[in-house]
């Protein structure tokens, strides 16, 4: 190991691996999830489909990820999460560039589902495993530097993406993005991911985990343990309709501002006005996590999904458009920030990949479900005013959820405690 001097005349590994989690944000997330709703009106005219038909995409891409996740920790044990990690940074580019010949949607569908096996490793269920390993300390700031990835990313990409579209066609566009994520993740991936701390001798940031007294193990709950925990079944609900909401805003917001009578250039610029929103919730809420701890926090973050929501009904006025997508990054944060940190201030870090496995397995199903289900409502119904308002009751039910959880963790330690 390092010693103290070394230590503090060095920048700690643990940010490079940080940095190595932006540049996933930037530009796998930010392209394979944040940018999606750029392609709707153009993949859905060319093909001359409806809008739920293209957010199936979405679906077969969730769904994938969801069965993925179901065995995360075993697969991550079994093969290492940087080989995970480099195979990922090759298929998902490469699978990408399929969208540019595809014929029909039917093999969007094919190719989303196989991208989702890739890209739930360079994700948050991924870089939060990656960075678990070398944070033992603010390690809801490094989840949330990391996470702002797809926030910056979006500020920047959405704009590029649009005026891509509108100049070479949406199918040249896949091909572009398709090369340019290959040309900086994989050697990213390649030449600066090491898994943890001990293999290049150092400590976590932080220094090592706690252990139980007297075990040498890492505290925190067994997958088994977890799963027969109320805990866990209280926040299925919460992941799936966060990733649900996520998807509804990600991939139906710049169709919905045209619908709301303003021209496309204007909604990709809306669109970047909510991934800097992200950027910014993303950092203000992972220095919350941990200043003033996760219960205060994420029931700030979801009831900034309640309100931006319930505001994105009156978005016909230019000013509370402006202001709803300001401030809905703030909940957005949640699925990337909260979703992780939930997990290690609960349950521990004991067995963390398998516990946050399971829940990712939650999130999938949301995302999967979110976006046709929204696109559904306004096929049915010309708009998606009803659509808003669900997602800001369910946030609401969300918040109530979520510090019953606390309630009940808080109660069961005082009863271990005291038998």
């Excluded at 409806?50 to 075993?74: H, N, P």
């Excluded at 699978?95 to 360079?122: E, H, K, N, R, W």
């Amino acid at each position: 190991m390092e010693n103290s001097m070394e230590k503090k005349n060095k920048l700690h590994y643990g940010w490079v691996m940080c940095f190595v989690g932006f540049v996933y944000f930037f530009l796998a997330m930010c392209i394979l999830s944040n940018c999606v709703g750029l392609f709707v009106k153009p993949v859905s005219e060319d093909f001359g489909i409806s809008r739920q038909a293209f957010s199936l995409t979405t679906t077969f891409y969730s769904g994938a990820g969801m069965i993925v996740s179901i065995f995360a920790g075993r697969i991550i044990k079994k093969f290492g999460l940087r080989k995970l990690l480099i195979a990922s940074s090759v298929r998902v580019p490469l699978l990408y560039a399929c969208y540019s010949v595809a014929p029909v949607i039917q093999v969007f569908y094919v190719i989303a589902f196989f991208c989702g096996i890739g890209g739930i490793f360079l994700g948050s269920l991924g870089v939060s495993t990656l960075l678990n390993s070398w944070f033992t300390e603010k390690r809801g700031t490094a989840i949330a530097v990391a996470a702002t990835g797809s926030g910056i990313g979006g500020i920047i990409m959405n704009p590029f993406i649009g005026k891509l579209i509108t100049r070479y066609g949406f199918r040249k566009t896949y091909l572009i993005l398709a090369v340019l994520m290959a040309a900086v993740i994989i050697p990213c991936t390649v030449l600066l991911v090491r898994e943890k701390p001990r293999d290049m001798g150092l400590e976590p940031y932080g220094g090592l985990p706690k252990t139980d007294a007297g075990s040498g193990e890492i505290r925190g709950m067994t997958m088994a343990e977890a799963m027969k925990s109320p805990m866990l079944y209280m926040l299925v609900p919460v992941y799936m309709i966060v990733s649900a909401s996520c998807t509804c805003v990600m991939q139906h917001t710049v169709a919905y501002v045209t619908d709301l009578g303003y021209e496309y250039s204007f909604a990709a610029g809306i669109a970047s006005v909510v991934t800097a929103s992200l950027a910014a919730g993303k950092l203000i809420m992972g220095a919350a996590f941990d200043r003033i701890g996760s219960q205060k926090s994420a029931t700030i973050s979801l009831g900034a999904f309640a309100l931006s929501f319930t505001l994105y009904n009156f978005a016909r006025s230019l000013p509370i458009l402006y202001i709803a997508t300001g401030i809905v990054g703030f909940g957005l944060s949640f699925s990337t920030v909260a979703y992780s940190v939930l997990v290690q201030d609960i349950f521990g870090k004991r067995d963390y990949a398998s516990i946050y496995g399971k829940l990712t397995v939650a999130s999938a199903l949301g995302g999967a479900l979110g976006s046709p289900l929204i696109a559904r409502v306004y096929d049915s119904m010309g708009s998606y005013r009803l659509a808003w308002t669900v997602l800001a009751v369910l946030a609401v039910v969300n918040i109530v959820i979520v510090n019953a959880v606390f309630v009940y963790k808080k109660r069961h330690e005082t009863d271990t405690a005291g038998a």
